[in-house]
């Protein structure tokens, strides 16, 4: 029982790993999948993957491959864009970051509070949650990286501020 509990622990950590992946639909709607596999399967080549710096490459038939763009039309309908996205796509990216963030401090906050009362715990238990931790702080100082990256980048454009909230 105890090995179960320890097995289950250390991969525990590997459930945390998501990846999100970002694309927009044909009515210029920003969507987020947790797996590529959710991803309709006509947008899966435009759809790209959070925190990668470059944007997923658009396959034009006449020209062959060239990095992904905004919308002419979607930049002459009256929107202000900026970077190529619009108010609503930096607010669900700023959103989606500060989510991420918070849930990775109550993943560790968590993990921490069962340090509380190791009287009931052996050393291998222990040892399994110290590991965790350290793996969670690093995954709060990866998401605190992304959010921060996103902020300067929002900066570098112009993007107002209450785009970000």
Same mark, same amino acid.
């Given at each position: 029982m105890k090995r179960l509990l320890v097995l289950l622990l250390l991969l525990?950590?590997?459930?945390?790993?998501?990846e999100t992946y970002q694309w927009t639909d044909e009515r210029?709607?920003?969507?987020?999948?947790?797996?590529?596999?959710?991803?309709p399967k006509k947008y899966r080549k435009k759809a790209r993957r959070l925190g990668d710096?470059?944007?997923?490459?658009v396959v034009n038939e006449e020209r062959g491959v060239e990095p992904a763009k905004?919308?002419? !039309?979607?930049? *002459? #309908?009256?929107?202000k864009v900026?970077?190529?996205?619009? @108010?609503? =796509?930096? &607010?669900?990216?700023?959103l989606q970051a500060e989510f991420n963030l918070k849930n990775a401090e109550s993943d560790l906050a968590t993990?921490?509070?069962?340090?509380?009362?190791?009287?009931?715990?052996?050393?291998?238990?222990?040892?399994?949650i110290q590991n965790s931790i350290r793996y969670a702080e !690093?995954?709060? *100082? #990866?998401?605190?990286?992304?959010?921060?990256?996103?902020? @300067?980048? =929002?900066? &570098?454009?112009?993007?107002?501020?209450?785009?970000?909230k």
């Open positions: 525990y950590p590997l459930s945390a790993v998501a210029g709607t920003v969507n987020f999948a947790d797996e590529l596999g959710q991803v710096e470059g944007a997923a490459p905004a919308k002419p !039309d979607e930049a *002459q #309908a009256g929107k900026y970077g190529g996205k619009d @108010e609503a =796509a930096w &607010r669900r990216e700023f993990l921490k509070g069962r340090l509380s009362d190791t009287s009931r715990m052996n050393r291998s238990d222990y040892l399994s !690093d995954r709060v *100082q #990866a998401q605190q990286k992304r959010l921060d990256q996103l902020r @300067e980048t =929002a900066d &570098r454009l112009g993007v107002p501020q209450d785009f970000r």
